[in-house]
């Protein structure tokens, strides 16, 4: 059984920076697919950014060029580090991991960015 914890949210000012872990328990982690997703108040959760299995990362627009997604498979864990922060950007952010035949989701950490 695949479980994720997602940790590092908090509140912090427009144009700072914070980052956000998901370690991960199971034995597929460290060849899985992973992203990160986010769902702000009254809107559908969105996808954010994902990582594969092989190091490429890929990037929803609205974030290209200020968050950085990276993992460390010797922790099991993925970062997204996250710069330049708007009011835009508060939501809660959710891990995904694709598995084989369905995909794992972790409990969400609340980010807000708010002066």
């Known amino acids: 059984q695949v479980q994720l914890v997602e940790s590092g949210g908090g509140l912090v000012q427009p144009g700072e920076s914070l980052r956000l872990s998901c370690a991960a328990s199971?034995?597929?982690?460290?060849?899985?697919?992973m992203a990160w997703y986010r769902q702000a108040p009254g809107k559908q959760r969105e996808w954010v950014a994902i990582?594969?299995?092989?190091?490429?990362?890929n990037y929803a627009d609205s974030v290209q060029g200020r968050f950085t997604i990276s993992r460390d498979n010797a922790k099991s864990t993925v970062y997204l580090q996250m710069s330049s922060l708007t009011p835009e950007d508060t939501a809660v952010y959710y891990c995904?991991?694709?598995?084989?035949?369905?995909?794992?989701w972790g409990q969400g950490t609340q980010v807000t960015v708010s002066s």
């Open positions: 199971g034995s597929i982690v460290n060849i899985a697919n």
């Open positions: 995904r991991l694709y598995g084989s035949s369905r995909s794992y």
């Open positions: 990582i594969t299995s092989s190091n490429r990362p």
